[in-house]
């Protein structure tokens, strides 16, 4: 099983953020350039919230024009659940699955942030080990051995 720790080796530890006085276009305008679906809120070192496109999605239909020079801080997600390295992704897909998220921040023991894996970064991670496990299992039937 691949933790947490193997998904970020292989895609990286970047993690992108605002300060909670950041407004919706900032937040916004950060999110089209870097091509990301969510950026984490800070207040300081701390994780505040998370804002992601669901977050603008309900932000947008609560109104009937957009403001978009509102603190993203008053449309973000407060309820941040978080993941540590040493979790399997197995783990990660299952809260995401069962809280409805998409992005959980990583924790270490020390509780500094060291990453934040997508639903895409774990669903790429369990395709790669399925497809692995199937060319062992392949190369056994034919008699190459196994390798998986």
Not at 53 to 81: I, K
């Amino acid at each position: 099983m691949a933790t947490v720790k193997n998904l970020l080796k292989i895609k990286g530890t970047q993690v992108w953020s605002v300060p909670v006085t950041a407004t919706v276009r900032e937040t916004l305008k950060l999110m089209a350039e870097k091509n990301i679906g969510a950026v984490l809120v800070m207040e300081g070192e701390k994780i505040a919230g998370i804002f992601s496109e669901r977050d603008y999605a309900r932000y947008a239909a609560q109104r009937e024009s957009l403001l978009l020079d509102e603190p993203v801080s008053e449309f973000m997600t407060r309820a941040v659940y978080y993941v540590s390295p040493q979790q399997t992704v197995e783990e990660c897909m299952a809260l995401m699955t069962s809280k409805h998220i998409r992005h959980l921040p990583v924790l270490d023991e020390d509780h500094n942030l060291v990453g934040l894996i997508s639903i895409g970064d774990v669903v790429k991670q369990v395709l790669e080990e399925k497809e692995s496990t199937i060319q062992g299992l392949e190369n056994y039937i034919l008699g190459r051995g196994y390798s998986g």
